[in-house]
Nanobody, 122 residues
Framework: QVQLVESGGGLVQAGGSLRLSCAAS????????MGWFRQAPGKERECVAA????????FYTDSVKGRFTISRDNAKNMVYLQMNSLKPEDTAVYYC???????????????WGQGTQVTVSS
């Protein structure tokens, strides 16, 4: 059974940093793309970052470019999201996702985590 468990969320002041982690289990994900989504109250869920299985290809939505960095450790089945220079508009529930390709993980992931709350105060 595939399971994705996020951690690292919390409350931080604007300008601060957080590092989200996602532990994947149930199968080997080396060839799968992994990503991070977020959903703020009243808004649609959006993909903020994704990384290919080889780590060669990455994607960032425009609003986080230069501030967020996605990485993964295939040996540990982990994916991370380093978030710097956080803004109040980054406040959302952040979800880890896995897909068979970059296109799939960005559009219709095969697996989802339960989410972790990130709150950025002004």
């Amino acid at each position: 059974q595939v399971q994705l468990v996020e951690s690292g969320g919390g409350l931080v002041q604007a300008g601060g940093s957080l590092r989200l982690s996602c532990a994947a289990s149930g199968r080997t994900f080396n060839s799968y793309a992994m990503g991070w989504f977020r959903q703020a109250p009243g808004k649609e869920r959006e993909c903020v970052a994704a990384i290919s299985g080889s780590t060669i290809i990455t994607f960032y939505t425009d609003s986080v470019k230069g501030r967020f960095t996605i990485s993964r450790d295939n040996a540990k089945n982990m994916v991370y999201l380093q978030m710097n220079s956080l803004k109040p508009e980054d406040t959302a529930v952040y979800y880890c996702a896995v897909g068979s390709s970059m296109l799939v993980v960005r559009r219709t992931p095969d697996y989802w985590g339960q989410g972790t709350q990130v709150t950025v105060s002004s």
